[in-house]
């Protein structure tokens, strides 16, 4: 079966960096499409980026310019690296793929203090 396995969260200091990464299994990683979202406390889960199979990107506006996603197809793995952090930025972050029926990680926890 398809699971999602994030780590790279952490306690950082606003404009500081860190590099999320998500292992996947159970799916021809290669040609599967890849999100990562986040959810603050008291707030929506919203996307941040996506990243296809052709490596197309998308980002939210909030993150554009700071965040970058990627994947290597190798290693099963899609990552986000995150430059210039912000306290906003605080959210528990969620690695997402659709293929017939949506999958998510377990989560991991980013923190930016100020």
């Known amino acids: 079966q398809v699971q999602l396995v994030e780590s790279g969260g952490g306690l950082v200091q606003a404009g500081g960096s860190l590099r999320l990464s998500c292992a996947a299994s159970?799916?021809?990683?290669?040609?599967?499409?890849m999100g990562w979202y986040r959810q603050a406390p008291g707030k929506q889960r919203e996307l941040v980026a996506f990243i296809t199979g052709g490596r197309r990107t998308d980002y939210a506006d909030s993150v554009k310019g700071r965040f970058t996603i990627s994947r290597d197809n190798s290693k099963n793995t899609v990552y986000l690296q995150m430059n210039s952090l912000k306290p906003e930025d605080t959210a528990v972050y969620y690695c997402n793929t659709k293929i017939a029926t949506e999958y998510w990680g377990q989560g991991t926890q980013v923190t930016v203090s100020s």
């Open positions: 159970g799916m021809i990683f290669s040609i599967t499409s």
